[in-house]
């Protein structure tokens, strides 16, 4: 180890370098006095060989009694150090003043050197000892001066607590968490043995208040964790006003159900969530508080887990659309939202599928269960949980709302769950059953503070003053925590919250064109199991659904509101069961309920492999959809590529399932519909189409009479709509 190697101060004196300046740190100003003094000193030593009267040493001595006190105080050193400074120096004008009137002896002269070396060793000494005790003095002058700022502070907050709650004997922890995001810090409490927590609610307001904190700041109290003494409180006071501006959503990295799902961030700098396996929750805000951001928040953390599956029931549309947009009018990867039901029709099939669902899995799981020794239903990739969002409950029919509480009720045992949002806290919009079975909150602004009240019963309306921008919310859950309400800033979804042209709005601008990308494929898909016991509720809802997001007030949609291939797509699925034939209102002549029938049809999971990645960027500045990618090399003619393909799947097949096979093997994308190849290559002599939309290779030979022929210029070429297709 080299000298540079040891650290200050763990020197040994072999290891300090040799220097011959004056400039060491050994050397001080106060040191190079006392050798100087000592110098004189010595130097005074042959003053009674040269006659000179005593007076004069005498005076010398007094005169380096002095600076040696003078320098000691100046440097704020102890009382005994200079009077050792003081009595070395005073022995020293003792020794001369006598040796200077009685005339130097040997004796004389040995007591003199004697004297001078003692006096010398006191002075370079007490120099050190000097720093050292001076150091020592501040060292303990600041503990004092501590102890007095704690004494300060915790009387001050026994006398806060007492005049502002009525409390006598409250103890501050003299230990102060101050937060890494430095808004604020968290304060210990202890209270008298025979309180809790519930004596301080109500008054978060009044001590915000006392405290001079601003708008957007405030008080919030917390019982901590288990372990934690009943009359132990911590008080989260925020000195800023953390609920001002806009913070952008984080980065799209795929998650799990199993943890907590954020939405925003607390003063502290940790990020809000919420425990969505476990619980539901439910939202309440009053128009322009934010709520349905709140709710794009946390559909992009609910798809972002691996493990579950995200239901809409959003006759608004505004809650699912940004979900589902990026894949119908662009194509990219799949719709987000597994289904989104946004008319009444919609939401009563959604019901009666999670119904079957929950006793599906009950039943089919109970070995699963069982063999694993766990009471609930396990959420992985391959049993997603279902999470079922709904948008302003109040505008539910009955039955749709008695649904809803029995799936809140059967369904937390299979993670199939329920979450609630509306304008208000009361049973207008809250159901008893969505009140006394959701354990998570979420309160925003709203225009009575006593909903916010029942929203949070027994823990009190939360300070309106954070209350100064959208987005800003009051959360708990009694499940994982925060077991109380607690302020937090929603994280922020659209550009328009942010500068133009700054990062952060450039980066909202495509989030969910984004996400649609990055988390289409991590997507799960329902499982057997439950697919097949929500039926064809479940496995025709993109057919019945698509009409409802891009057609107009009268279901009708054309190719000018949709990507290509989800029109292509659209157009090859037969006609749907109706709503009557699935809800069970449809009867047949003699009165008996028609039972649906048909085929369940679903969207291609298209990997990013067969997407051009200049269009993917062109598609990421929205400039440009996304387009299938060609490639320059393809070893079959596009005839016999095509028949080759369908012949290979051993059945007869959907356009949908053999159309982007061709695109990666090589098809030219000139031609965007199935149709338009079928006319291209002319394989209406080589295909037939079956009833139910299906097409199937055939030997050579026109099969003019074939039921299911694809149609030619000579027949009706505008298929299931009355839009021509373009």
């Not at 700098?269 to 476990?278: I, Q, R, T």
Request: aromatic share 6%.
């Amino acid at each position: 180890m080299t000298a540079t190697d040891i650290p200050v101060g763990l020197e040994t004196p072999s290891d300090k370098p040799k220097r011959w300046d004056f400039s060491r740190d050994a050397v001080t100003p106060g040191r190079l006095t006392a050798w100087g003094a000592e110098l004189a000193c010595a130097s005074a030593l042959v003053a009674p060989l040269a006659d000179i009267p005593w007076e004069a040493g005498a005076a010398a001595g007094v005169v380096c009694t002095g600076a040696a006190v003078l320098y000691e105080k100046a440097k704020g050193s102890w009382r005994r150090v200079m009077v050792a400074r003081a009595s070395s120096w005073l022995a020293t004008t003792g020794w001369l003043s006598y040796a200077l009137a009685t005339q130097p002896t040997l004796l004389t002269m040995a007591i003199g050197v004697s004297t001078w070396g003692a006096g010398a060793a006191v002075n370079i000494g007490m120099d050190k000892w000097g720093e050292k005790t001076r150091e020592a003095e501040k060292e303990l002058d600041r503990r004092l001066e501590q102890g007095e700022q704690i004494k300060a502070a915790q009387d001050g907050w026994a006398n806060l607590l007492y005049d502002i709650c009525g409390i006598e004997g409250a103890v501050a922890d003299p230990i102060v968490d101050k937060w890494p995001s430095g808004a604020g810090e968290t304060v210990k409490v202890t209270l008298p043995a025979h309180m809790n927590i519930d004596a301080l609610r109500g008054y978060e307001a009044e001590l915000a208040g006392a405290l001079h904190l601003p708008k957007g700041g405030g008080v919030a109290f917390s019982a901590g964790g288990p372990e934690v003494p009943r009359n132990v409180v911590f008080i989260a006071i925020t000195r800023k006003n953390m609920m001002s501006g806009a913070i952008a959503y984080p980065k799209l990295t795929p998650t799990t159900i199993n943890k907590p799902v954020g939405f925003g961030v607390v003063g502290s700098g940790s990020e809000a969530g919420l425990n969505l396996k476990d619980e539901g929750f439910i939202a309440i805000g009053a128009q322009g508080s934010g709520k349905t951001a709140l709710m794009k928040t946390l559909g992009l953390g609910l798809v972002r887990c691996i493990d579950a599956l995200v239901w809409d029931m959003d006759t608004s549309a505004k809650m699912s659309a940004v979900f589902i947009n990026p894949y119908l009018r662009y194509g990219i990867g799949v719709p987000l939202i597994d289904w989104p039901a946004t008319n009444e029709d919609e939401c009563r099939l959604m019901v009666q599928a999670a119904r079957a669902v929950i006793a599906a899995r009950k039943t089919e799981y109970a070995d699963l269960l069982e063999d694993e020794d766990i009471d609930n239903l396990p959420a992985r990739p391959e049993i997603p949980a279902i999470h079922i969002r709904v948008d302003e409950t109040k505008s539910m029919p009955d039955d749709v709302l008695e649904g809803i509480d029995f799936i809140i009720e059967e369904g937390r045992s299979v993670n199939v769950r329920v979450s609630n949002t509306g304008l208000r806290a009361t049973r207008d919009y809250i159901t008893a059953a969505m009140d006394e079975l959701t354990p998570g909150r979420i309160g925003l602004r709203t225009n009575n503070a006593s909903e916010l009240d029942m929203l949070f019963p027994g823990f009190g309306a939360p300070d309106m003053a954070i209350f100064t921008d959208p987005g800003t919310v009051v959360y708990m859950s009694a499940t994982k925590g925060p077991f109380q309400p607690a302020p937090a800033k929603a994280y922020a979804t659209m550009a328009e919250a942010f500068a133009e042209r700054s990062a952060e709005y450039e980066r909202m601008q495509t989030l969910f064109m984004d996400a649609a990308r990055q988390l289409s494929s991590i997507r799960p898909e329902l499982d057997e199991v439950s697919a097949r016991a929500a039926g064809l509720a479940y496995g025709q809802r993109w057919a019945r659904c698509i009409p409802n997001l891009r057609g107009d007030a009268y279901g009708n949609v054309d190719a000018s509101r949709m990507h290509e291939s989800v029109w292509e797509l659209y157009q090859s699925w037969p006609t749907p069961a109706s709503y009557d034939v699935l809800l069970g209102r449809a009867t047949d002549d003699e009165g008996n309920t028609i039972t649906p029938h048909g085929a369940s049809m679903s969207i291609p999971r298209l990997s990013e492999t067969m997407l051009d990645e200049d269009e993917l960027e062109r598609a990421a500045a929205q400039d440009a959809a996304i387009e299938l990618a060609k490639t320059n090399f393809a070893p079959k003619s596009n005839d016999d590529l095509a028949i080759e393909l369908f012949a290979s799947l051993g059945r007869p097949v959907k356009p949908s399932e053999v159309f982007p096979l061709m695109v990666k093997a090589g098809y030219d994308k000139s031609g965007r519909t199935f149709r338009d190849l079928c006319a291209k290559l002319a394989l209406q002599d080589k295909l037939a189409r079956g009833d139910d939309g299906t097409y199937a290779a055939v030997e050579c030979g026109e099969v003019t009479n074939a039921a299911g022929r694809v149609p030619g210029d000579e027949d009706d070429p505008d298929g299931r709509g009355d839009v021509a297709h373009e």
